[in-house]
T-cell receptor
Framework: NAGVMQNPRHLVRRRGQEARLRCSPM?????VYWYRQLPEEGLKFMVYLQKENIIDESGMPKERFSAEFPKEGPSILRIQQVVRGDSAAYFC??????????????FGPGTRLTVT | AQSVSQHNHHVILSEAASLELGCNYSYGGTVNLFWYVQYPGQHLQLLLKYFSGDPLVKGIKGFEAEFIKSKFSFNLRKPSVQWSDTAEYFCAVKRNTGKLIFGQGTTLQVKP
């Protein structure tokens, strides 16, 4: 069973360009979470999605950031008009439908975004 | 503000030393608690978790953690560390919708 997959692993963008980060959850998982890790900081929650639905976007910046998890295909985190402050590691995690005490989020390897 | 705090940002130990990493949270009510580890160049892996029951939780690789409700703490311990335990350790609390709130992380360096 393949783990959570993220691509690209490294992404370099110039200021003002768009960044698209992809996340394929583990097989059978219908819940996807995105987190951002800025240098010298812990992971910060951004958004929680289920298929075709945004459940919690309380951690998403109000502008330039969007996320989707379509019925088919990977989840996409999109950052428009990137700025240097967007440089960070972006992690995706997935989980199966909630099953009480067995709850666990499985993390992908992350995408390291560098804005030049 | 509600948060998760890890007191030690950087810990250096010799092999066979005992380890304790502090974690405090400020959320009330029922909490679900986790410790994740990130080895160099790898993704986050779950070490252990607490949902209910015995407050002393045993995880993988000889790690354990104790949930002390009165102190809002969930400290991670290992009696004898190995060089291979060198990694970054994150404490996290699960919130209502399922999102995890992480502490800022502790970098552990074990000297051979």
């Amino acid at each position: 069973n393949a783990g959570v997959m993220q691509n690209p692993r490294h992404l370099v963008r110039r200021r003002g360009q768009e960044a698209r980060l992809r996340c394929s959850p583990m097989k059978g998982h219908s819940h996807v979470y995105w987190y951002r890790q800025l240098p010298e900081e812990g992971l910060k929650f951004m958004v929680y999605l289920q298929k075709e639905n945004i459940i919690d976007e309380s951690g998403m910046p109000k502008e330039r950031f969007s996320a989707e998890f379509p019925k088919e295909g990977p989840s996409i985190l999109r950052i428009q008009q990137v700025v240097r402050g967007d440089s960070a590691a972006y992690f995706c995690a997935s989980s199966p439908p909630s099953d009480g005490s067995s709850y666990e989020q499985y993390f992908g390897p992350g995408t390291r975004l560098t804005v030049t | 503000a509600q948060s998760v705090s890890q007191h030690n940002h950087h810990v250096i130990l010799s092999e066979a030393a005992s380890l304790e990493l502090g974690c405090n949270y400020s959320y009330g009510g029922t909490v679900n608690l986790f410790w994740y580890v990130q080895y160099p160049g790898q993704h986050l892996q779950l070490l252990l978790k607490y949902f209910s029951g015995d407050p002393l939780v045993k995880g993988i690789k000889g790690f354990e953690a104790e949930f002390i409700k009165s102190k809002f703490s969930f400290n991670l311990r290992k009696p004898s560390v190995q060089w291979s335990d060198t990694a970054e350790y994150f404490c996290a609390v699960k919130r209502n919708t399922g999102k995890l709130i992480f502490g800022q992380g502790t970098t552990l360096q074990v000297k051979p």
